[in-house]
């Protein structure tokens, strides 16, 4: 180990025999100098806690300003009253034609209109739940890269401090990088729900008529339309968010079990700091400006957290994906070129895509969206309206992701499971004197089958009768 334990040079150190009792002499300089570097850091990160006021490893406060002064910069104009009015009978409307589409309830007490700035101010601590799991683990990693490894005993004790100011530091960088994601998603989103992600408060449906506009631009449809087709979408989501009362865990449960599975490469960032002054700590913020980048394990355990949220997230906007557009059919005459819209953001890397990728390292694949909603319409019509929407019901009753590789299997195994107490199980249970399976003659029709009976039969005459079970009833 070298005589800075961590991990960076001072240049210029020349020969301090003349101060041989100094205890920081080892950490590159003087107490003066040392005094001098803690106050430095201090003034650089001061009045903004690694956590802010939700006191947790990353910066929100940080990233709530980062976010907002992007939005700023580049033009966030305050919602005036007509829009507001618009936004709110667009919902109330979108509510009214769901009825007709869905057995679940309403779930928009309050419809509101956003600016993009108050979209991040309202989403934020949903956000924070969800980010928090990986931003404490590369807030942990940083505060060991930049602390350059194991700390002598003896020095623990004074070096405390700038640990701990190291460890603020990377919340302060952790959550910039959040604040410009979310700055980003916030110019692109149109409404509360664009991620599949319960990011409202409860009861609220909220749209950004900016937002609105700019989907809307260039696609030749009228800004009613619109705006009408995306208050559907935002409507549908916030019944699945209210009325289902397992989903909103479920769905954040599973984002933050996948995100403590993610690894943080830390290659870039040692590479940045070595040889850098650690009293000059403008130049090592500077160093440390890129990115993080976030990688998955390869472990069996995250493979299957990382298919548990996807088909999460599939299933929700799947199913929006159906009721919306056959509640829009007939109503809004752009509906099709309007839902051709979202699927081709979505296939260009849409702002689900991109933020998931940034905050906790994932990537949604559109394919899983597709599938599942051709899934929930394959249940629509052999089941119904109420048939299709009772799957809800219950965690255990979802689809899985070999399911969405398979709709026809999970619809019509489902159906074979249900349709197990129509069979005439009294053929079975007959006595030899009755003609029942029990008797000789009935063995000896074929030797090489003496266990058959006519249940076996009447299930050999359905080549897909022995999945029925493991695809689709095994959630019964």
Known sequence: ???????????????????????????????????????????????????????GPLNWDLAKNIARHQVVEQGDPSVVDA??????????LADLWLDEKTTLPAGIRTPQAWSRSEWIEQTLPVWAKVCDPIATRM????????????????????????????????????GGQAGQALGALAREVTGSADVGLPLAPDGVGAL??????????GLEVSGEEVRLYLALREAAHQRLFAHVPWLRSHLLGTVEEYARGITVDLSGIEQAVQGLDLSNPEALQEALGGEIQLQPEESPRQKAALARLETALALVEGWVDTVVNEAAKGRLPGSVKLAEAVRRRRATGGPAERTFATLVGLELRPRRLREAATLWRTL??????????AVWDHPDLLPTSDDLDDPDGFVHGRDEIEG??????????????????????????????????????????DPGGDEGPDVGGSRA
Do not use: C
Not at 16 to 39: E, I, T
Not at 83 to 92: G, N, S, T, Y
Not at 208 to 217: D, H, K, R, T, Y
């Open 1 to 55: 180990m070298s005589d800075t334990p961590f991990g960076f040079n001072r240049p210029g150190d020349g020969d301090d025999d003349d101060r041989p009792q100094d205890p920081f002499k080892g950490m590159g300089g003087d107490m003066a100098q040392f005094a001098d570097m803690l106050h430095r850091f201090a003034d650089m990160i001061g009045g903004q806690g690694a956590g802010g006021e939700g006191g």
């Open 208 to 217: 950004l008529p900016a937002g609105v506009e700019a989907f809307g631009s």
């Open 139 to 174: 807030v942990e990693s940083m505060g060991g890269a930049l602390g350059g490894g194991e700390i002598p005993a003896d020095m623990q004790a004074m070096a405390g401090p700038l640990i701990g100011m190291v460890k603020q530091m990377a919340g302060a960088m952790v």
């Open 420 to 461: 197990l107490s129509d069979l005439d199980l009294s053929k079975l249970t007959k006595s030899p004197e009755e003609g029942g399976a029990d008797k000789p003659d009935d063995k000896s029709d074929d030797p090489g089958k003496p266990g058959d009976t006519p249940g076996d039969s009447a299930r050999g005459d």
């Open 83 to 92: 829009e507001r009015r618009q936004v709110e009978e667009a919902l109330r």
């Open 380 to 389: 629509t019509d052999v089941r119904g309206t109420q048939g299709r929407d």
